[in-house]
């Protein structure tokens, strides 16, 4: 069959201390994972290693270092600004703390029904598979757990739990498989989840999250793919940051994937000095179509400890989708989201194009700045509800501001309002021994506000 498009044939050039490698170790994932580095003698072997950089491989009970050959040598040796290098080389930043720092910034550890298992929405799970990944990012969202090769929940027992709970949990149709990264785990204990995994009836799609083909496309071997592509609909997210970690390598892993017939998608992180320019975006969005991967997510930082010096202002990420809409195809816009601490999920933010609005005139502006008049209808009624229109699960306490919509209830009150507000004689105390630095209006006639302290 004739192959509609060319793969590059070449490969990355090898850093110095791998260059008589032979060929045959070199494109073996396991040879990779076992040659890892992490030493500060091993970079400074071949990378002039800054006095930040020194400091940070130094620190004693650091977030793990290990880096794979094959990614150590996309490393520009002698510019601090490699974006590589930034995202995997320790640097003495990364030991401050900073304001709002947190340990579980997604509040992930509070949905968890058994160990490992993330039920966070109504109808999709994140199981955390393992606490291994092949190298290790310094802005990590779960360094609290990632890394840990004593951290015991994610063993076999605890799969088979994870399992159970899905197979009681019918409302669950969608399982993402993330950790640490999957694609390090056994590819024999990986395939068992997965028909594990397949045998139940309910679950419909299963997502894998890895950057496994960016750290090691070694891995992503014909075999590999032929296991991958029993089990679907499967889907993958792999997660690039910057147009240089795109390598032939990395182009061909990725093409084995599509063909396999796996959609991918792209989650990137934004980082400063990394990729918070909207030019170095843009060229990776388009790298990223090019070899058949959709950008899916942008990322605002999460507050981790250890990644302050990574966090950007959500302006550089909205000047960036500015940059991006209209500018480009739609295929090659990702969604910018902050997930919001506390274990709030994702949110999507972007410009805002919907200028005003009037009785049935809506005014938008598009990317040149062009306002034009959207009319709406005069006679549109609401849908009513016909055998044609699908029905799903309940969601019980999750509806939110779609079921105030569907007339579900007509408020959405923070804990404690009622209370706050409850009908008081005005000679009653006010009990709010809850509330701090608030002011209130004082009861009755009596003058002044009163402050809360
Ligand atoms: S690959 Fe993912 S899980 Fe692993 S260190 Fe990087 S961000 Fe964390």
């Not at 290990?66 to 490393?75: G, K, Q, R, V």
Request: some cysteine; proline content about 9%.
């Amino acid at each position: 069959m004739a192959i509609p498009y060319s793969l590059p044939a070449n490969t990355t050039e090898r850093a110095k201390p791998w260059t008589s490698v032979s060929d045959d170790q070199w494109n073996d994932w396991r040879w990779q994972l076992a040659n890892r580095i992490n030493s500060y003698d091993e970079f400074a072997q071949f990378i002039e290693l800054t006095e930040s950089e020194t400091i940070g491989l130094k620190a004693p009970n650091k977030f793990r270092v290990d880096i794979t050959p094959y990614f150590a040598s996309l490393i520009d040796p002698h510019d601090p600004d490699c974006p590589v290098r930034l995202q995997v080389i320790p640097r003495a930043e990364e030991l401050q703390a900073f304001e709002a720092q947190m340990e579980d910034s997604l509040g992930e550890d509070a949905h968890s029904p058994v160990p490992g298992l993330v039920h966070r929405y109504p109808d999709r799970v994140l199981m955390l598979v393992t606490t291994q990944c092949a190298s290790y990012c310094r802005y990590c969202t779960r360094s609290r757990v990632v890394g840990d090769p004593t951290a015991a929940f994610f063993n076999r027992a605890n799969y088979v739990k994870q399992l159970e709970y899905l197979r009681r949990t019918p409302q669950v149709r969608d399982v993402l498989l993330s950790g640490g990264d999957p694609l390090t785990l056994n590819p024999k204990i990986l395939d068992e989840l997965l028909t594990g995994l397949r045998e139940i009836p309910h679950i419909e799609i299963i997502r894998i999250g890895s950057r496994v083909p960016v750290f090691m496309p070694q891995r992503i071997t014909d075999e590999f793919v032929e296991m991958l592509r029993k089990h679907h609909p499967l889907w993958m997210n792999i997660h690039v940051n910057h147009p240089k970690e795109i390598t032939p390598e990395l182009v061909r892993a990725c093409a084995k994937l599509a063909d396999a017939g796996i959609p991918l998608g792209n989650q990137s992180v934004l980082l400063a000095g990394v990729n918070d320019h909207p030019n170095t975006m843009r060229k990776l969005m388009h790298d990223l179509v090019k070899m058949r991967v959709r950008p899916y997510y942008l990322y605002m930082a999460d507050l981790v400890e250890g990644s302050g010096h990574f966090r950007t202002t959500l302006a550089a990420g909205l000047e960036i989708m500015e940059s991006l809409r209209g500018h480009t195809s739609g295929y090659a816009v990702p969604t910018f989201a902050v997930d919001i601490p506390g274990g709030g999920g994702k949110v999507p933010v972007q410009p805002n194009y919907l200028l005003s609005q009037s009785h049935h005139r809506i005014v938008f502006r598009n990317f040149e700045g062009y306002l034009s008049t959207y009319t709406e209808p005069t006679n549109y009624k609401p849908p009513k509800m016909t055998r044609w229109i699908p029905t799903f699960p309940a969601e019980p306490g999750q509806r939110g501001v779609a079921g105030l919509l569907a007339g579900e209830g007509m408020t959405i009150k923070p804990a404690g309002w009622d209370q706050l507000h409850e009908n008081r004689d005005e000679h009653d105390e006010i009990n709010l021994t809850s509330a701090k630095n608030v002011e209130i209006a004082p009861p009755g006639d009596q003058p002044g506000w009163m402050k809360l302290h």
